[in-house]
């Protein structure tokens, strides 16, 4: 696979891939069915950066975070953080790494105790990790707290009395009080109002520039990504198809998936750039992938290598790289 390496990447993630045993099976006896929920997959993340990992539901982005952060056991491939290889390590060597990274659920209610105090939840990482004496664990929490817009009254309250952005806020803060290196989110606005999510990604955005945070953003959508991230991987059905700076993937989207995602951004589309792009059927099962280019029963450019070929990822000298035979009709495309 050809695809941008960078000098010093904080994370380095090279073919992950992971498979599952499906609960289905082939025939009434037959062996379960397999779903490749990630194939593939390589990037890297700088130091300080925000990268995006974007798509349709079930396209393997959310998977993908979990086997960086060890929470689902990966098939194979490597993922390195500060050039020491995670994969195959021991629970045990695990416990100091969690204090580097640290991963925001989608749903802040399944995500807290339901038993436990605000203020008990984000105090509890330095308990596990045995840090600081109960004096200044608890003075941390409550400035963390504050620092993510909570309010004294609001510290002993139990997760339901609190709104939604209130307990992602408490879930900010959680992960935040072991001052991790890196904050994997996985769609931590998605289950918000439109008015609340502008709220916690501006917190986000804060946060990381106070705390010198380095984030991997997964969501699906693309309006979140364009203002927080510095650059962006665009997966289907389990593989990058395009990635490259945010401004420029945006602004000229060189695969057929990611135009047809991009066009859906109403602000990009009434400034004139593009009308919207329709894909046509549903996405592929997992279970049953097509041949050739995954996105080919979709793609109004298919050809018939498209059916039989698998393109790979190939990076140009910008940083900006595809997984496309047709790339450069489209970039033609997308200039005139």
């Known amino acids: 696979m050809n695809d941008p390496i960078t000098d010093n990447p904080l994370l380095q993630v090279r073919d992950l891939s992971c498979v599952f045993k499906s609960t289905k099976r082939l025939g009434l006896f037959g062996p379960r069915q397999l779903i490749h929920a990630v194939n593939g997959v390589s990037f890297d993340i700088q130091p300080g950066e925000a ?4 798509g349709e539901s079930g ?13 689902v056991r990966p098939s194979t491939g490597s993922v ?3 050039d020491q290889e995670l994969i195959g390590l021991s629970d045990a060597d695990w416990v100091p790494l969690r204090k580097q990274m640290q991963y925001v659920f989608q749903d802040p209610l399944g995500a807290l105790d339901p038993r436990m105090k605000v203020l008990d ?26 620092s993510v817009g909570l ?31 890196l904050l994997v989110c996985d769609e931590p606005v998605s289950a918000l109002d439109v008015s609340i999510q502008a709220q916690i990604i501006n917190l986000l955005q804060q946060l990381r520039r106070e705390m010198r945070l ?60 593009q009308e919207r792009i329709r894909l046509g059927g549903e996405p592929p099962s997992p279970v049953n992938p097509p041949s050739g280019c995954h996105f080919h029963p979709r793609c109004r450019l298919a050809s018939e290598r ?31």
């Open 306 to 336: 498209c059916r039989q070929q698998s393109p790979e990822l190939i990076s140009a000298a910008d940083g900006h790289a595809v997984s496309c035979f047709e790339a450069k009709i489209l970039v033609k495309e997308a200039a005139s």
């Open 80 to 82: 390195k953080y500060r």
């Open 151 to 181: 309010q004294a009254n609001q510290m002993g309250k139990y997760p339901h009395e609190l709104s939604g952005g209130q307990r992602q806020r408490v879930v900010l803060a959680r992960a935040l009080i072991l001052k991790p290196e």
């Open 59 to 71: 396209c393997g982005k959310s998977t993908a975070a979990k086997l960086i952060l060890n929470m």
């Open 214 to 273: 380095t984030v991997l953003f997964i969501s699906h959508d693309l309006s979140v990504v364009r203002h927080l991230c510095d650059r962006v991987a665009v997966m289907y059905l389990g593989q990058i198809v395009e990635t490259g700076p945010t401004t420029e993937l945006f602004n000229a989207p060189r695969h057929p998936y990611t135009q047809a995602l991009v066009s859906k951004i109403p602000s990009l589309r009434s400034r004139g750039r």
């Open 121 to 146: 939840q984000v105090i509890e990482p330095l308990v596990i990790h045995r840090l600081y004496d109960r004096d200044k664990r608890s003075e941390m929490a409550r400035d963390l707290l504050y």
């Open 51 to 54: 990268f995006g990992l974007v």
